[in-house]
């Protein structure tokens, strides 16, 4: 079996900032970008810096989806499927490294073999992969799980495509962009990267980091930004209203859903989470962000395996459910069992701040249900996650970065793996996964997708809240800034193009 693609994109995300005056085109004073997140290392095989490098502008990935969604190539230009666990894929020619050497097969191994030995998220759809150059162009890979198409396996988060440095830790991309400088946690100075298509035209950046979404809505106002993406919406009416400002809002990938811990007491009754799923008002949610609509479930409405109708909310099935599960409500409205209250703890980031707006929504309908919230805002979600501290976690995710259903639902649902924040084990849920890999063919991953849902919304290890849309504001500078892909593809090759 061959699978061939044609076309081509460059794509990628940023976050930035600096302090400079609008720039003529191919200045040389470095773009303002602003963000509430910004890559927390450099080392692409460590947690989410694969992605947030990427997003940046460095680094790139052998596949990707482009400003429609769909699967193209990036750095590969084909993937041949050559027996049952293994493909060859060519590179595409032409293609250098920020060091101004070849993008070769032989690099990208070392890269990739790095990754799958340091970072557990690449595990997630075809287990370790083994590499073997047989060309300059030309790489041989052999899965252990079946993977109908490796395509999409390579477009997924983690795979950024580099070659390692000599110094442990560090590496060589070839992204439209490269780290001049790195403030971990504050701000990354970028430069064109002297070796891709384009750079003569391509201005600096200079990416900087808010600690939240108000101080950056500021830092625009005030004229020091060129662009700040993921602003909060409450402030979208005033910001329009700024004839200097362009404010344009798009639909995005992400999902917004609440991570139900299985492993605490309380949550490892089934019936208790189902209330708390019926108890979630999804309209008054994205009401409260001013944007977005109730969730379907684990996908944006705009793919074909997303589910067709809202998520319920009955207020009065939930009560029913927790009464017959011993929790019953007390004169003062608290529901209690065994003389213990249902008290439960919800974290969530500042760093996406629309969840940090739903919480104490969330707290308000929880509490009608006469269950008790306490509420934690928190910068480092992902190790509290891990740690399993938690009742409650709202979240917002890429639920198909491949424009694939299988990863999200490998990498953060499946039993035992590495993301897997509810702590949920189904050997049932498990085995429709299973059955990704036995097909390629999109309408039978549809229904498997569709499936795996239908489980979830039974189990609910995870609550799915609000499918949304964000906001950027832009200065004349970037007036026509056109934002796609979630935060995916913020910083791109061609970002300042048509200012």
Do not use: C
């Amino acid at each position: 079996m061959s699978v061939t693609f044609k076309g081509r994109l460059t794509g990628a995300l940023i976050v930035t900032m600096t302090f400079a005056t609008a720039l003529p085109a191919f200045a040389a004073e470095p773009l303002r970008i602003g963000a509430t997140f910004i890559a927390t290392g450099v080392d692409p095989a460590k947690g989410s810096n694969g992605w947030a490098l990427t997003s940046h502008g460095v680094g790139e990935n052998l596949f990707t989806v482009d400003k429609d969604g769909k699967l193209v190539p990036e750095l590969a230009e084909k993937a041949e499927r050559t027996g049952d666990l293994a493909w060859t894929i060519t590179l595409r020619a032409g293609r250098f490294f920020s060091d101004g050497t070849p993008v070769t097969a032989e690099a990208l191994a070392t890269g990739f073999e790095r990754t799958f030995a340091n970072n557990k998220a690449a595990l997630a759809t075809g287990g370790k992969l083994s590499f073997t150059a047989t060309g300059e162009r030309t790489l041989n890979v052999t899965t252990e799980k079946p993977v109908p198409l490796i395509q999409s396996l390579f477009a997924e988060w983690p795979l950024i495509a580099y070659k390692p440095a000599a110094e442990e830790g560090k590496a060589v991309f070839s992204g439209p962009y490269e780290i001049a400088s790195f403030n971990a946690d504050a701000a990354i100075e970028l430069r064109p990267n002297a070796h891709s298509e384009g750079a003569d035209g391509r201005a600096p950046v200079m990416l900087k980091k808010f600690g939240d979404a108000q101080a950056m809505t500021l830092a625009l106002e005030s004229g020091e930004l060129d662009l700040a993406f993921g602003l909060p919406s409450e402030v979208i009416a005033r910001l329009k209203a700024n004839p200097a400002l362009t404010i344009k809002s798009f639909p995005v990938g992400y999902q917004y859903f609440a991570f139900l811990n299985t492993s605490r007491p309380a949550l490892q009754d089934k019936a208790v989470r189902q209330a708390i799923d019926l108890a979630f008002d999804r309209t008054e949610l994205a009401a409260a962000i001013n944007g977005g609509s109730p969730a379907t479930g684990a996908y944006a409405p705009y793919f074909p395996f997303a589910g067709k109708d809202a998520r319920p909310t009955d207020l009065a099935r939930a009560e029913a459910l927790l009464e017959a599960a011993g929790w019953v409500k007390g004169a003062d409205g608290i529901r209690a069992r065994d003389g213990k209250p249902l008290k439960l703890l919800a974290i969530t980031y500042p760093q996406r701040p629309d969840l940090v707006t739903m919480l104490p929504m969330a707290k308000a309908e929880l509490a009608r249900a006469g269950v008790v919230l306490e509420t934690q805002v928190i910068d480092n979600i992902s190790q509290v996650a891990a740690g399993g501290e938690f009742d409650i976690a709202l979240w917002a995710q890429h639920t198909a970065p491949s424009g694939d259903p299988a990863f999200f639902l490998n990498s953060m649902l499946r039993s035992g793996a590495s993301l897997n924040y509810a702590k949920y084990a189904s050997p049932d849920f498990d085995a429709i996964l299973d059955r990704f890999a036995a097909t390629g063919d999109a309408a039978a991953r549809v229904q498997i997708a569709l499936d795996a849902q239908t489980r979830l919304f039974e189990d609910v290890p995870v609550s799915f809240l609000v499918s949304p849309v964000w906001y950027v504001g832009m200065s004349g500078t970037l007036k026509n800034y056109e934002p796609w892909g979630s935060d995916y593809h913020v910083l791109r090759a061609d970002i300042g193009e048509g200012k």
